[in-house]
């Protein structure tokens, strides 16, 4: 590193998301939400445990719902216990390709 960098630390920053026909689908924060859902085990329990609203969580699935024609989420209501939400295939499949695309782009920009 050049001398009068070394006081800084100095890192590449860029965003990752996905689209479909041209249109944003998916990203860090949608990413971020449903892996919590799949830790959790719940919509209710996963916007707690991330500070979101769960309406506004809801909403962002939908909109990924709505652009890719299929659900990334399969919910059951619950009775005594409560519901469960559940990653379908199509969003383990967005979470992980996406996790390892972005683990691919930070690999990529580390500097020397």
Do not use: Q
Not at 85 to 95: D, I
């Amino acid at each position: 590193m050049t001398p009068s960098l070394e006081k800084h630390k100095i890192n590449p920053a860029f965003k990752l998301w996905f689209e479909a026909d041209g249109k944003y689908v998916f990203g860090e924060g949608v990413c971020n939400l449903l892996e919590k859902v799949d830790e959790e085990g719940s919509l209710s329990d996963a916007v707690r445990a991330i500070n979101m609203s769960y309406r506004y969580a809801w909403g962002l699935i939908k909109e990924v719902e709505k652009h890719l024609g299929e659900a990334v989420v399969r919910t059951e209501k619950g009775g005594k216990h409560g519901g469960k939400t559940e990653l379908t295939n199509t969003g383990r499949w967005l979470v992980a390709n996406y996790r390892r695309l972005r683990k691919i782009m930070v690999d990529a920009c580390k500097l020397e």
